[in-house]
């Protein structure tokens, strides 16, 4: 198999290029043995189509992952030995794939790996972040200290998409039902009332006539514009899977009106909690600043911060690289990262940044959540007018006819 990786040599400098190696292992082991340090390594097999749809059904929710974080620090709070929590933890997981990477976390420590090591080769799992956060508390030996914090985060994280997912359920349920009548009565009531419009010869509204148009080509052409819209669906899904699409998905949500501002205070929010528990926990700052791009969620707050982080290596402030990239971090982020810097209280002030954004974040959703019904309500009310008078109207002209 052929692997994709960027590292750094001793020297720091960046290298990118492909391996050949028979697993993700191997690969591990021919680069660390070339003295490099790894960022990231991903497979450069074309993957298929049917492989990304099953890999949807081997993904453990982030609920999931929170709780046994959570159980795995009380555990070793306790003093229970690392493999003794494990096993414990395998026999009260419930969920099937968590369960198996578990056991598989057993096994590799047992035969001698460390417990980020076993992680590593679990990426679909575990994040970048997670992983870099265990080996740093191996190192400091705080591992249950750590393992805690992941559990507050990950707790964090979870309840934050939790609000926004609980306060989208609501307007998606209500558009797609009012879709379905919407669908209903443009493809099947119309087309028969259209002959008694004709018959008897009154005049007809404009909106009725192109309701009365468009039933009539979804009721001929309703199997095409099925087969049409899911090749579409398709395509753009195929399409947003790729680097590129991802750059464009990401833009496209960072630019949009009120959710943008949502996305890029969750992303500062996320990048400066990670980057601050880094940072307490001894990675330099380049480094911190690599790792939390790749556990921000998005490829162009990635790609920023990677510069970000070069910029650093040549000396630059944190700050002065930030205020580089001001479409994607406020002024008060480098602000109070300047003030960090000068009284040595990086860490600190990030960690004031994450707390601040997360409660803009939470009150933003909030605001979201009060206005969105109201406003899809009216939204809707005007849209049911509109297709009532479709249907009255004509039906009055009909009646003063006679």
Same mark, same amino acid.
């Given at each position: 198999?052929?692997?994709?990786?960027?590292?750094?040599?001793?020297q720091g400098e960046l290298q990118t290029g492909f391996v050949d190696?028979?697993?993700?292992?191997?690969?591990?082991?021919?680069?660390?043995?070339?003295?490099?340090?790894?960022? &990231?390594?991903?497979?450069?097999?074309?993957?298929? @189509?049917?492989?990304?749809?099953?890999?949807?059904?081997?993904?453990?929710?982030?609920?999931?992952?929170?709780?046994?974080?959570?159980?795995?620090?009380?555990?070793?709070?306790?003093?229970?030995?690392?493999?003794?929590?494990?096993?414990?933890?395998?026999?009260?997981?419930?969920?099937?794939?968590?369960?198996?990477?578990?056991?598989?976390?057993?096994?590799?420590?047992?035969?001698?790996?460390?417990?980020?090591?076993?992680?590593?080769?679990?990426?679909?799992?575990?994040?970048?972040?997670?992983? &870099?956060?265990?080996?740093?508390?191996?190192?400091?030996?705080?591992?249950?200290?750590? &393992?805690?914090?992941?559990?507050?985060?990950?707790?964090?994280?979870?309840?934050?998409?939790?609000?926004? =997912?609980?306060?989208?359920?609501?307007? $998606?349920?209500?558009?797609?039902?009012?879709?379905?009548?919407?669908?209903?009565? #443009?493809?099947? $009531?119309?087309?028969?009332?259209?002959?008694?419009?004709?018959?008897?010869?009154?005049? #007809?509204?404009?909106?009725?006539?192109?309701?009365?148009?468009?039933?009539?080509?979804?009721?001929? @052409? @309703? *199997?095409?514009?099925?087969?049409?819209?899911?090749?579409?669906?398709?395509?753009?899904?195929?399409?947003?899977?790729?680097?590129?699409?991802?750059?464009?998905?990401?833009?496209?949500?960072?630019?949009?009106?009120?959710?943008?501002?949502?996305?890029?205070?969750?992303?500062?929010?996320?990048?400066?909690?990670?980057?601050?528990?880094?940072?307490?926990?001894?990675?330099?700052?380049?480094?911190?600043?690599?790792?939390?791009?790749?556990?921000?969620?998005?490829?162009?707050?990635?790609?920023?911060?990677?510069?970000?982080?070069?910029?650093?290596?040549?000396?630059?402030?944190? &700050?002065?690289?930030?205020?580089?990239?001001?479409?994607?971090?406020?002024?008060?982020?480098?602000?109070?990262?300047?003030?960090?810097?000068?009284?040595?209280?990086?860490?600190?002030?990030?960690?004031?940044?994450?707390?601040?954004?997360? =409660?803009?974040?939470?009150?933003?959703?909030?605001? *979201?959540?009060?206005?969105?019904?109201?406003?899809?309500?009216?939204?809707?009310?005007?849209?049911?007018?509109?297709?009532f008078a479709a249907v009255l109207l004509p039906i009055y002209n *009909?009646?003063?006819?006679?």
């Open positions: 198999m052929k692997f994709r990786y960027n590292a750094r040599t001793k190696a028979a697993n993700r292992d191997a690969a591990l082991n021919i680069l660390t043995g070339h003295e490099l340090f790894i960022l &990231s390594l991903e497979s450069a097999e074309t993957i298929q @189509w049917y492989q990304r749809f099953l890999d949807l059904f081997k993904r453990v929710k982030p609920g999931d992952l929170m709780i046994f974080t959570r159980q795995l620090a009380t555990l070793l709070d306790a003093k229970i030995s690392l493999a003794d929590s494990l096993r414990n933890l395998y026999k009260q997981t419930r969920n099937p794939i968590l369960k198996e990477t578990i056991f598989e976390l057993s096994s590799d420590i047992d035969s001698g790996l460390s417990l980020s090591q076993a992680m590593e080769r679990h990426p679909h799992i575990f994040s970048e972040f997670y992983t &870099s956060m265990i080996r740093s508390a191996e190192i400091t030996g705080r591992l249950e200290e750590v &393992s805690a914090f992941m559990a507050d985060y990950l707790e964090k994280e979870v309840g934050l998409l939790s609000r926004v =997912r609980n306060a989208l359920i609501y307007p $998606v349920l209500v558009i797609v039902l009012f879709t379905a009548v919407v669908g209903i009565m #443009v493809g099947v $009531v119309f087309p028969q009332l259209e002959p008694i419009f004709a018959e008897s010869q009154a005049p #007809v509204p404009a909106v009725t006539r192109i309701l009365l148009g468009a039933g009539g080509f979804i009721a001929e @052409w @309703w *199997l095409a514009l099925l087969v049409i819209l899911g090749i579409f669906i398709f395509l753009a899904v195929d399409y947003l899977n790729t680097k590129e699409g991802k750059i464009v998905s990401d833009e496209i949500r960072v630019r949009l009106p009120v959710i943008g501002d949502l996305y890029k205070k969750l992303y500062v929010a996320r990048f400066a909690e990670s980057t601050s528990v880094l940072i307490r926990g001894g990675i330099p700052i380049a480094q911190s600043l690599e790792i939390s791009g790749h556990n921000i969620g998005s490829i162009i707050y990635r790609d920023a911060l990677h510069e970000v982080a070069e910029a650093v290596r040549a000396g630059q402030l944190m &700050s002065q690289a930030l205020a580089e990239h001001e479409n994607y971090f406020p002024p008060l982020v480098y602000q109070m990262v300047a003030v960090g810097e000068s009284t040595g209280k990086l860490e600190a002030l990030l960690s004031r940044i994450s707390s601040f954004y997360t =409660r803009e974040v939470d009150d933003t959703v909030a605001n *979201l959540v009060e206005l969105i019904q109201p406003a899809m309500m009216v939204g809707i009310g005007v849209l049911v007018a509109i297709l *009909l009646a003063q006819s006679f």
